[in-house]
Nanobody, 116 residues
Framework: QVQLVESGGGLVQPGGSLRLSCAAS????????MSWYRQAPGKERELVAV????????NYADSVKGRFAISRDNAKNNLYLQMNRLKPEDTAVYYC?????????WGQGTQVTVSS
């Protein structure tokens, strides 16, 4: 069955960095577009970044452009999100998802808290 397992979240000070990872299994990872979403308390889940199967297409939410970088390793079935210059408003649960605008599988999420 499809499994998406996120890791790498935690508590970080404003201006700091974190790297999220997502280990995928149970499907042809190298053929699937993948994405990162996040959901902050009291807010709707939002798309953070999306990457095509071969990494030829990448797009970001305006709020994270220039600070976050999505990447993937198809040989290892891993998806990544490098987050730099983190802000308190980046605090959320971050989810790995299979697909782009309408994902059909989700991970369990990893908490990212940006606070001094």
């Amino acid at each position: 069955q499809v499994q998406l397992v996120e890791s790498g979240g935690g508590l970080v000070q404003p201006g700091g960095s974190l790297r999220l990872s997502c280990a995928a299994s149970g499907f042809a990872f190298n053929l699937a577009a993948m994405s990162w979403y996040r959901q902050a308390p009291g807010k709707e889940r939002e798309l953070v970044a999306v990457i095509s199967s071969g990494s030829g297409y990448i797009n970001y939410a305006d709020s994270v452009k220039g600070r976050f970088a999505i990447s993937r390793d198809n040989a290892k079935n891993n998806l990544y999100l490098q987050m730099n210059r983190l802000k308190p408003e980046d605090t959320a649960v971050y989810y790995c998802a299979r697909g782009g605008g309408q994902p059909n599988y989700w991970g369990q999420g990893t908490q990212v808290t940006v606070s001094s």
